[in-house]
């Protein structure tokens, strides 16, 4: 059973930093593009960023260029996603999703829960 699981929300203000986490499990995870999404109160799920399986490309969304950085460790089975400079509208729930052989806003094969990110101005 394939299980993403997303972990690192919270509450912070403007300008702060979060790290998020999605841990994998039930999958060979060496193998799978992994993104990040977020989903804000009222809106469409929004792409924000995604890494190859080897983590020789990534992408991020024209919003969090410059302040956004995904990076992954294959042994440990986990995608991180580090924010910086953090602005309200920022504010969704995150959710990591993987994907064997799409790419970038199409991944979408597995999904986690998500995490909510809450940032205060």
């Known amino acids: 059973q394939v299980q993403l699981v997303e972990s690192g929300g919270g509450l912070v203000q403007a300008g702060d930093s979060l790290r998020l986490s999605c841990a994998a499990s039930?999958?060979?995870?060496?193998?799978?593009?992994i993104a990040w999404f977020r989903q804000a109160p009222g809106k469409d799920r929004e792409f924000v960023a995604a890494?190859?399986?080897?983590?020789?490309?990534?992408a991020n969304a024209d919003s969090v260029k410059g302040r956004f950085t995904i990076s992954r460790d294959n042994a440990k089975k986990t995608v991180y996603l580090q924010m910086n400079s953090l602005k309200p509208e920022d504010t969704a729930v995150y959710y990591c999703?993987?994907?064997?052989?799409?790419?970038?806003?199409?991944?979408?094969?597995?999904w986690g829960q998500g995490t909510q990110v809450t940032v205060s101005s």
């Open positions: 999703a993987a994907d064997q052989w799409k790419w970038g806003s199409q991944i979408g094969d597995y």
């Open positions: 039930g999958l060979t995870f060496g193998t799978y593009n």
């Open positions: 890494i190859k399986w080897n983590g020789g490309r990534t």
